[in-house]
């Protein structure tokens, strides 16, 4: 049996990452792809319990560091408990968020160190990077004001950050993607929900033909 593909979507808050998904998950199950969805931090009991403690908005004490080391933990949960053996069954995973996340908001954005939080990441994830990420690409003022429209979305912790928070959290993924340059493409998240979907399939699909053929 081949192993799947293990494909991430990343952004910052207003991205359009849940929406696109949806779309992404229907059509590839129309094309017969065998997937499975999933988000971090979450997707399985103990990281979605990790995932309560993390975004509580009542939880402003919480340390940089502390933050960073709890994001790991449950990717480490959710990695070895739904993600590998997904993989090795042949399917195609579709995560919101990965490891990308960590090393721009809390190495970058946070200040704690880009080389520091990969490490800990490093050790959390044994290798197991996506074979392909999406980098949904939004102006930060427009991911908020996004937010603020969206009537139905739940408000977390890192929503009620500053704007030049969310700034930082681009120029963390800028550098995030110097590093995975081959992985990571970047996707035009001021656009339109539907061209953000055929921006983001036309890359699925090139991938995917790239490693079939």
Not at 66 to 88: C, F, N, S, W
Request: negative net charge; glycine residues 8%.
């Amino acid at each position: 049996m081949n192993k799947g593909f293990f494909i991430t979507v990343e952004g910052g808050e207003g991205a359009g990452k849940t929406t696109v998904l949806d779309q992404i998950e229907a059509q590839l199950k129309q094309d017969g792809y065998d997937t499975i969805r999933t988000r971090e931090p979450g997707g399985i009991r103990i990281a979605e319990q990790i995932r309560t403690v993390i975004l509580d908005v009542t939880h402003t004490e919480m340390d940089s560091r502390t933050e960073a080391l709890l994001y790991a933990a449950a990717r480490r949960q959710h990695l070895v408990e739904k993600v590998i053996p997904a993989l090795e069954q042949g399917k195609m995973v579709l995560c919101d968020r990965f490891i990308d996340s960590s090393l721009a908001y809390q190495g970058y954005a946070r200040g704690i160190g880009f080389d520091e939080v990969r490490t800990i990441n490093e050790f959390a994830i044994e290798g197991y990077l996506p074979d392909l990420t999406l980098f949904f690409d939004v102006d930060p003022e427009v991911g908020i004001q996004r937010i603020h429209q969206d009537q139905d979305r739940e408000i977390n912790r890192l929503d009620q950050e500053k704007m030049n928070f969310h700034e930082r959290v681009r120029k963390g993924y800028s550098k995030v993607m110097d590093v995975y340059p081959e992985r990571i493409k970047r996707i035009n998240a001021n656009q339109a929900i539907n061209e953000v979907f055929v921006e983001a399939m036309k890359e699925i699909n090139h991938f995917v033909g790239s490693r079939l053929n």
